[in-house]
């Protein structure tokens, strides 16, 4: 199962140690309390949207953008779960129909933008497709 709570805590996470802050520095500037901090990172806490705002503003970061990149680590996260199923559900019918279609060979993501323009490469083991943001 994909927990929310996790894909938001690595970003968190990875946007405090890309500005080279301790948890001290963001906690305080949050303030929040580190071990809470700590606990919200490593998705062991679910965040409420006042104390998000708070930590976004500390590390100067849009709640949009750091959404968008959970948004986007989860698409990442479903597909390889459905990729390491045998099959992917259709059109949401519950599987056991007979409207599943099977996986025909594994997936690997190689490239993710964060900007609508730019294309993200799905490379199968024999050909490569690009897709283009709408």
Do not use: F, W
Not at 13 to 30: F, H
Not at 42 to 71: F, H, N, P, T, Y
Not at 79 to 103: I, Y
């Amino acid at each position: 199962m994909i927990l929310l709570r996790r894909l938001l805590g690595d970003v968190l996470r990875r946007q405090r140690q890309r500005q080279g802050r301790t948890l001290r520095e963001v906690s305080s500037s949050a303030r929040v309390s580190l071990g809470y901090l700590s606990e919200v990172e490593r998705g062991q806490k679910e965040a409420s949207s006042e104390l998000l705002s708070a930590i976004c503003d500390a590390l100067d970061l849009r709640m949009s953008e750091l959404l968008r990149e959970v948004s986007d680590e989860l698409a990442l996260a479903e597909l390889a779960q459905s990729a390491a199923s045998d099959t992917v559900p259709s059109l949401g019918v519950p599987a056991g129909r007979g409207l599943e279609r099977p996986m025909l060979n594994p997936v690997r993501v190689t490239t993710v933008s964060h900007r609508p323009e730019e294309h993200v490469t799905i490379k199968a083991p024999s050909e490569a497709v690009d897709v283009v943001a709408a």
